[in-house]
């Protein structure tokens, strides 16, 4: 006598299969029905001969599973089932860096491929383009959905350098009219200029312009005065301070 097979497939053993949206590759659980201890089932692909009515499939893209099952009296039946999962949205970034320190312009962009067409983006900031700018320092992602409902993830890290920082000391002339200098201590941070490897930066004190070594101290003479310094590194980042040398007032007779 002919029979009337049936397939119920499962992403889980509680959750009927198509109830959400699947991507990528997903394990599924196949059921074939009528059951009988005494039946037989061959399922393909494969073929798999089994006396059991189960058999787990790893589905990606489209996939048709279809199973024959075989009473005592060797009756046999066949049913089909296909089940499409969407493929993955796979995610690459890119960035570039703040060069100067506590600097708003650093870029990212996300670069979408797998899935299907339209995407739509939605980054750490709330953003919703491809590229983000004008950020700050720091750790962002971007969740890409297709139209499918598939996500995709990339994160990223936007640097940048350490702030430029430096130590200068005066020291007064002792007499008026006299001399007086600037010690201008270690410099760190930045992006240095190198010269045979030697971190270099550039200086300048009122008009005139020097090139400090960044780990060695350096002494500048000057009269008594006020004096705006500034170092720069190779990126363009400064900072800038004021400084004063003060003389004593003259002798009077």
Request: some cysteine.
């Amino acid at each position: 006598n002919p029979c009337t097979a049936s397939i119920t497939s499962y992403n889980s053993i509680n959750n009927l299969l198509n109830d959400t949206v699947f991507c990528g590759a997903i394990n599924v659980n196949f059921f074939a029905y009528p059951y009988s201890a005494l039946n037989t089932y061959v399922w393909s692909p494969g073929p798999i001969q089994s006396l059991q009515n189960h058999q787990d499939y790893s589905i990606y893209g489209s996939t048709t599973i279809c199973v024959t099952i075989t009473d005592p009296q060797g009756n046999s039946c066949v049913a089909c089932q296909t089940i499409i999962i969407n493929p993955p949205v796979n995610v690459i970034c890119s960035h570039t860096n703040i060069p100067c320190y506590g600097g708003h312009n650093g870029t990212a962009c996300a670069y979408p491929s797998g899935g299907t067409s339209p995407y739509n983006y939605l980054w750490c900031n709330g953003a919703t383009d491809s590229c983000i700018y004008n950020l700050s320092a720091g750790y962002c992602c971007v969740t890409i959905t297709d139209a499918n409902g598939c996500t995709g993830v990339c994160c990223d890290t936007i640097l940048q350098p350490d702030s430029i920082s430096l130590t200068i000391t005066t020291n007064n002339p002792i007499c008026n009219g006299g001399l007086g200098s600037f010690n201008i201590g270690l410099i760190h941070g930045g992006a240095p200029f190198h010269i045979n490897g030697i971190p270099y930066y550039n200086i300048s004190i009122g008009l005139n312009y020097y090139q400090a070594e960044g780990g060695f101290s350096t002494t500048q003479i000057y009269p008594a005065g006020t004096y705006v310094i500034t170092v720069t590194d190779s990126s363009g980042c400064s900072i800038t301070t004021i400084y004063i040398i003060s003389e004593p007032l003259p002798i009077t007779i």
